[in-house]
């Protein structure tokens, strides 16, 4: 005999001839928190090399823009798999895509863990990396908002799969860079320990995935497939909708713009006043801003607002500050004002991404939410390329200068964003 618990079907357990009570049923962890295990785990490949990149730039003596090119070409992974892997998923299922995902996720650590033999390791890794991430991303978290309601968690309220989703990003990045960045400070072998542990945390993943129902029904992904090849599908309708094209596109490359900037660039303009703990600060500054972010995301509903952009408004101004609040600890080689610039960015990164994700599942159908997820993602992660061209500039032009235009396109952004909602608020 068994019962439905709402998670996963347990045996009752056999009772005593003395005793013909049943026994109340173990609950396990509910479906939708096996999959934010798997999202955790994914962004924490992700992430764990950023705080690593002075590392590199110091004992490897690789060059700033070398070093700025490993978090970029993260992107050139990610882009690709957040455009296709919701249409793979809508086809043959959220559970194999987000299986490939946490295969890409130990290919990726694996490589990374090859990287003293050379800096093609580390590029071809971050490649698998992003790549993890953007399945992640577009494919774990539909599948998180999926059985964030009816019929896998009918308690839930409407915001609590972007909550979820977001949570487990920023929580998993978090973690990533704090176990990496304390072992390159403190630990043995901080070029490949990291991704060994990385690698160890996420295979159990794949057990646990495979016990997770799939949210897509055979007749839906029947249809998907009878629609012709894959890539005929690639196209998302709900892209072309005007607020999600002069609202948030216009926004969302803020929220990893202002990350990149805040504890990928800045530990490297602050390597004078740091010294000998530059990983400690590259490490404490990744971590406070994805700690702020992590502790707002659940109150972050309250900032957005489906009758304005106010959610995405309030991130750019928020992330415009924080960028100023990094051009003042350059000048200054200040410590404090850097960590209060990642803290201020941390915030409206929490903002961002709620806010975000809201507005991409209230303006996506059933069928295209994977696919305007991973169209969000994509290019809220082109923001990572910030570094690298700033890098690039940096030689031609003072970096405060630079950081200063970043500023000014960031309010020009938000002035965009204030003319068009108006005009855009209906959402279908």
């Known amino acids: 005999m068994s019962v439905d618990t709402g998670s996963v079907t347990l045996p009752r357990r056999a009772q005593g001839s003395q005793d013909q009570r049943p026994a109340p049923a173990r609950r396990s962890l509910p479906r939708w928190a096996l999959v934010w295990g798997a999202v955790f785990v994914s962004s924490w490949g992700g992430n764990q090399f950023s705080p690593l990149l002075l590392m590199y730039e110091n004992r490897e003596h690789y060059t700033s823009l070398l070093v700025n090119a490993f978090?970029?070409?993260?992107?050139?992974?990610?882009?690709?798999?957040?455009?296709?892997?919701?249409?793979?998923?809508?086809?043959?299922?959220?559970?194999?895509?987000?299986?490939?995902?946490?295969?890409?996720?130990?290919?990726?650590?694996?490589?990374?863990?090859?990287?003293?033999?050379?800096?093609?390791?580390?590029?071809?890794?971050?490649?698998?990396?992003?790549?993890?991430?953007?399945?992640?991303?577009?494919?774990?978290?539909?599948?998180?908002?999926?059985?964030?309601?009816?019929?896998?968690?009918?308690?839930?309220?409407?915001?609590?799969?972007?909550r979820r989703a977001s949570l487990s990003f920023t929580l998993g990045s978090g973690v990533g860079a704090l176990v990496a960045g304390l072992i390159a400070q403190w630990g043995p072998a901080p070029e490949v320990l990291p991704f060994l542990i990385h690698i160890a945390v996420a295979v159990p993943f794949f057990f646990v995935?495979?016990?997770?129902?799939?949210?897509?029904?055979?007749?839906?992904?029947?249809?998907?497939?009878?629609?012709?090849?894959?890539?005929?599908?690639?196209?998302?309708?709900?892209?072309?909708?005007?607020?999600?094209?002069?609202?948030?596109?216009v926004s969302c490359p803020w929220i990893?713009?202002?990350?990149?900037?805040?504890?990928?660039?800045?530990?490297?303009?602050?390597?004078?006043?740091?010294?000998?703990?530059?990983?400690?600060?590259?490490?404490?500054?990744?971590?406070?801003?994805?700690?702020?972010?992590?502790?707002?995301?659940?109150?972050?509903?309250?900032?957005?607002?489906?009758?304005?952009?106010?959610?995405?408004?309030?991130?750019?101004?928020?992330?415009?500050?924080?960028?100023?609040?990094?051009?003042?600890?350059?000048?200054e080689q200040s410590i404090w004002v850097g960590l209060a610039a990642n803290a201020v960015i941390g915030f409206g990164m929490g903002i961002g991404l709620v806010s975000g994700l809201l507005e991409v599942q209230r303006i996506a159908g059933p069928d295209g939410l994977a696919g305007l997820t991973g169209l969000f993602y994509a290019v809220a992660y082109a923001g990572f390329l910030a570094p690298a061209v700033i890098a690039a500039v940096a030689s031609l032009v003072p970096v405060t200068?630079?950081?200063?235009?970043?500023?000014?396109?960031?309010?020009?952004?938000?002035?965009?964003?204030?003319?068009?909602?108006?005009?855009?608020?209906p959402v279908a």
Not at 236 to 248: L, Q
Not at 289 to 311: E, I, K
Not at 401 to 425: D, P
């Open 71 to 162: 978090l970029g070409v993260y992107v050139l992974g990610l882009a690709p798999a957040l455009l296709v892997a919701g249409s793979l998923s809508d086809r043959h299922g959220r559970k194999r895509v987000t299986l490939v995902g946490l295969g890409t996720a130990i290919v990726g650590s694996g490589l990374l863990a090859f990287g003293p033999l050379g800096p093609e390791f580390l590029l071809i890794g971050r490649l698998f990396s992003g790549a993890t991430v953007g399945i992640a991303m577009a494919v774990g978290n539909s599948w998180i908002k999926e059985l964030s309601q009816a019929p896998f968690d009918p308690r839930a309220d409407r915001a609590a799969g972007a």
């Open 209 to 249: 995935v495979a016990r997770v129902p799939e949210s897509r029904s055979e007749p839906a992904l029947a249809q998907a497939r009878a629609a012709g090849p894959w890539w005929r599908q690639l196209r998302i309708p709900a892209a072309s909708h005007r607020r999600f094209v002069r609202v948030v596109m």
């Open 256 to 331: 990893f713009a202002g990350a990149a900037i805040a504890y990928g660039y800045l530990p490297t303009l602050l390597r004078a006043s740091t010294g000998s703990w530059g990983l400690v600060f590259a490490t404490t500054a990744t971590v406070v801003a994805l700690g702020v972010s992590s502790a707002f995301q659940p109150f972050a509903r309250r900032v957005h607002s489906a009758t304005s952009a106010r959610g995405l408004s309030v991130m750019v101004l928020v992330i415009a500050a924080g960028i100023g609040l990094v051009i003042v600890s350059d000048v």
């Open 401 to 425: 200068a630079i950081l200063g235009v970043v500023v000014a396109l960031a309010l020009v952004s938000w002035v965009l964003v204030m003319v068009s909602f108006r005009k855009h608020l």
